[in-house]
Nanobody, 119 residues
């Protein structure tokens, strides 16, 4: 069965950095585009980064562009999210997912990893 396990979250000061990882199993990882999403308390889940199956193309919303970088290692079935210049508004639970039809998430959500940006 498909498993997506996020890790790497934690407490970081504003301006700091974190690197999240998502270990995938149960499907042909290199065949799928992948996305990172986040959900802040009281807010809807939003996509924050997307990468094609080969890693050749990425896209980000304006809210994180220039600060977040998505990458992947198809040999390790892992997708990463490097987050720099973190802001308090980046505080959320972060999730990864496969990109399905119409760019919608394909799988059930994992547990996610909590990122808290606070001084």
């Amino acid at each position: 069965q498909v498993q997506l396990v996020e890790s790497g979250g934690g407490l970081v000061q504003p301006g700091g950095s974190l690197r999240l990882s998502c270990a995938a199993s149960g499907f042909a990882f290199s065949s799928y585009a992948m996305s990172w999403y986040r959900q802040a308390p009281g807010k809807e889940r939003e996509m924050v980064a997307r990468i094609t199956n080969t890693g050749g193309s990425t896209n980000y919303p304006d809210s994180v562009k220039g600060r977040f970088t998505i990458s992947r290692d198809n040999a390790k079935n892992t997708v990463y999210l490097q987050m720099n210049s973190l802001k308090p508004e980046d505080t959320a639970v972060y999730y990864c997912n496969r990109v399905g039809p119409l760019s919608r998430p394909l799988d059930s959500w994992g547990k996610g990893t909590l990122v808290t940006v606070s001084s």
